[in-house]
């Protein structure tokens, strides 16, 4: 893909995220945010953008392959999927990652209906899980943090 292609594909990513769930983003989160979330996709070069594209994919389909298969949210596939979520949220990981804001976030895919269509619509009770993974997994990050393992 040459770079002027590349471009509006990333722009096209922002612009579909700000239409999906930026007011909501806003509101809970601030301006500033999105605003980092907006800059930072674009920053991305094809390496980066094709690893945050494929987290996305990944945690998706590791989330219904859980629902489907019953596994409790605290178990390891389910912290698996957390840190998925960890990798989509801080975008392949060039944003700081902050435990509160990853559970914070989480609710939002149970409580507000923009966030919580991007999960359900794949199977029912994927908002709920992934909420709950990442309520163990912050859990578990904030206390390794406490005693000095994180």
Not at 91 to 116: D, M, Q, W
Request: negative net charge.
């Amino acid at each position: 893909m040459n770079e002027q292609d590349f471009m509006a594909l990333k722009q096209e990513t922002v612009e579909s995220l700000e239409h999906r769930v930026g007011n909501v983003v806003r509101a809970h989160f601030g301006a500033e945010a999105m605003e980092t979330v907006r800059k930072a996709i674009l920053a991305l070069d094809e390496s980066r953008y094709n690893s945050w594209k494929a987290a996305d994919t990944e945690l998706v389909a590791n989330l219904v392959d859980a629902i489907w298969k019953g596994h409790d949210p605290v178990t390891q596939e389910g912290q698996r999927i957390a840190y998925l979520h960890r990798r989509w949220i801080t975008i392949a990981g060039t944003l700081p990652y902050v435990p509160e804001s990853h559970r914070k976030l989480v609710e939002l895919c149970t409580e507000e209906s923009r966030f919580n269509a991007r999960y359900e619509n794949e199977v029912p009770g994927c908002g709920m899980f992934l909420r709950d993974a990442v309520r163990a997994y912050v859990k578990t990050q904030w206390g390794a943090w406490e005693t000095g393992r994180l």
